[in-house]
């Protein structure tokens, strides 16, 4: 008789399958960039070493990481997917290509991928903007509350504005808060978008921007929750390598959960919130 494998042996499976393959597609990353490096280098490794490329090199090589990180997509899906049915006990291998058999489907995930890229970088850019503002102020209040002028000289005010920075210790450690708050905020930012992908494998009928609705509709409110849920599962799968699948296999008894599970049941909730809107609002 035929028996389904335990569904902590498909977990520390997919566990080790998503290492190997970010693994291979880093390696592959590596290779492009250093071919465009031995190529750009113009026969002065020394030189180039010390950062005199032509433009093509950084040219090429942003390329290369923007369209490397679109192109790791289907695999991304591929090891959601496989640990979707993993918690179902019907995993296989071929789950990590599922997206390669649903032409479809892999190239609204491609779009979806692409606008969550470009609604990032917005984000992140005007969190950056505010930041920055944010900065400014607190320099000219500190310097208007010690009374330094540091423009009434002629020397260079970049300069002065330094030394001034280093001798105001508080300046310094808000500055540093406010930077430490700007780099939370970028992680919050990639976590809003981080359940569009469970939306299209639940519901690969909608469209793409329909799916970025429903991911960030989903997560709504459920922010920090998500992120410490993720960090205890990132702990998980690393002591689950270490203990050769040990950790999976305990965890089982006490109801684990993987965080592609957990997502989809947020995502599930959300697409019900999503439902129930638009019956509302026609």
């Not at 179902?88 to 489907?105: D, I, Q, W």
């Not at 984000?123 to 900065?135: K, Q």
Request: charged share 15%; aromatic share 16%; with cysteine.
């Amino acid at each position: 008789m035929h028996h389904k494998p335990r569904k902590a042996i498909l977990e520390s499976r997919g566990i080790l399958y998503a290492i190997m393959t970010v693994l291979a597609f880093l390696i592959l990353v590596l290779l492009a960039l250093g071919g465009v490096f031995l190529f750009n280098m113009n026969g002065d490794f020394y030189s180039a070493l010390q950062g005199e490329l032509n433009r093509g090199f950084y040219l090429s090589a942003a390329l290369i990481l923007i369209f490397s990180s679109v192109l790791f997509t289907p695999f991304s899906y591929g090891i959601s997917y496989y640990f979707i049915l993993s918690a179902k006990g019907e995993a296989r291998f071929s789950a990590l290509f599922y997206l390669f058999r649903a032409p479809y489907l892999l190239t609204k995930a491609t779009v979806v991928s692409i606008l969550k890229k470009i609604l990032i970088y917005l984000e992140r850019i005007l969190l950056l903007l505010v930041a920055a503002l944010v900065e400014v102020i607190l320099f000219f209040s500190f310097l208007v509350v010690t009374g330094e002028d540091i423009f009434s000289v002629h020397a260079n005010p970049f300069r002065l504005a330094a030394e001034f920075m280093l001798r105001s210790p508080w300046l310094i450690g808000l500055s540093i808060l406010l930077w430490a708050c700007v780099l939370f905020m970028i992680l919050l930012i990639n976590l809003r978008y981080i359940l569009c992908k469970y939306v299209l494998l639940l519901f690969p009928d909608v469209g793409p921007v329909q799916a970025i609705k429903i991911g960030r509709r989903s997560i709504r409110g459920k922010l920090m929750q998500t992120l410490l849920f993720y960090l205890r599962y990132g702990a998980f799968c690393v002591l689950t390598v270490v203990s050769f699948g040990l950790t999976a296999r305990i965890a089982e008894g006490f109801g684990h959960r993987s965080f592609s599970v957990y997502a989809c049941e947020l995502v599930d909730q959300g697409w019900r919130d999503y439902c129930r809107r638009r019956s509302l609002r026609s």
